[in-house]
């Protein structure tokens, strides 16, 4: 029976279709871009190479391998596991594939970069069976285009604080960005949110941003540490009962009690209809 290979084609007709050459050579595309445009897959390893490469945000290739000299990823965290040479640090990546020449189980230990460029393919997929996950291999570090970390004790944002700042009037002349649109139906939205923002100053390299929610989790932030365009439209307070209502969710939220992990402080007040909840998160 032969190894299915129809997750390495899908990734790259996904590419043909244009998800990945708007970015073409973006090595430092924002995080937004990254996310958007890159394939998201894995990698694993020690707490002390995990720093050095949330710090640099950049892999290098290893010397040898069953694709040879390449970065290795996996589809998830856990097929991470049993394939990777160091661990104790798991990563997400964004990774610009390209055009990917499927290789079977056996992969090609002579493969580099500029065999696999004279024909005509940018990345590599290793089609392994079922119960073993593919495995992508890039061999240009400027492919992976943004890396964060998902668990382990290395490698990451040792916590922090997080302070309200009130409720601020907001109107169509948008006083923060918008970053995420409302979705009531999505109750975990809102935690995505503070973990893009703080991957975002880990990336940028500063200690306090800004987090803003409104009609629920319509969310809004910035990495700038002096950030005050929350402020455009004026200030209406900082007590519970003036959060109004919000049109999507069809309630009022002044008690959420959503807290994150290594986090002092709670997200209790969420803004309504054209209120932005503002808080400053602080790392430590």
């Known amino acids: 029976v032969g190894v299915p290979l129809f997750s390495c084609f899908w990734l790259s007709l996904r590419w043909l279709m244009g998800s990945g050459a708007s970015i073409e050579g973006a090595g430092g595309a924002s995080v937004e871009e990254a996310k958007k445009y890159g394939t998201e897959l ?14 640099t945000q950049q892999m290098k290739p290893g010397k040898k391998g069953l694709a040879g000299g ?26 610009r594939l390209g055009r990917i020449l499927t290789l079977d189980q056996n992969g090609d230990t002579r493969m580099t970069l500029e065999k696999l460029q004279s024909k005509g393919f940018d990345s590599v997929c290793i089609a392994r069976k079922v119960s073993s996950g593919h495995e992508y291999v890039v061999y240009d570090p400027d492919q992976v285009l943004y890396i964060e970390k998902v668990r382990g004790s290395g490698g990451g944002v040792k916590g922090g604080r997080i302070e309200f700042l009130g409720l601020w009037k907001d109107t169509g002349d948008r006083a923060l960005p918008i970053r995420m649109n409302v979705n009531p139906g999505d109750p975990n939205q809102i935690r995505r949110a503070f973990d893009s923002l ?65 986090f002092k402080g709670v997200v209790n007040i969420l803004g309504g209809d054209w209120q932005n909840a503002v808080y400053r998160v602080t790392l430590m």
């Open 198 to 262: 703080v991957a975002e100053m880990q990336w940028k390299g500063v200690s306090c941003g800004i987090f803003a929610a409104q009609s629920y989790n319509q969310m809004h932030w910035s990495a700038d540490p002096i950030e005050s365009g929350y402020k455009k439209h004026g200030f209406i307070g900082t007590e519970a009962h003036k959060a109004s209502r919000s049109t999507w969710s069809g309630r009022e939220h002044q008690c959420e009690g959503l807290r994150f992990e290594g």
């Open 70 to 95: 390449g970065i290795y990823f996996a589809t998830t965290e856990e097929l991470t596991s049993h394939k990777a040479i160091l661990t104790g640090v798991t990563l997400r990546a964004y990774v």
């Open 42 to 55: 894995y990698h694993q390893t020690d707490e002390a190479t995990a720093e050095i490469i949330l710090r």
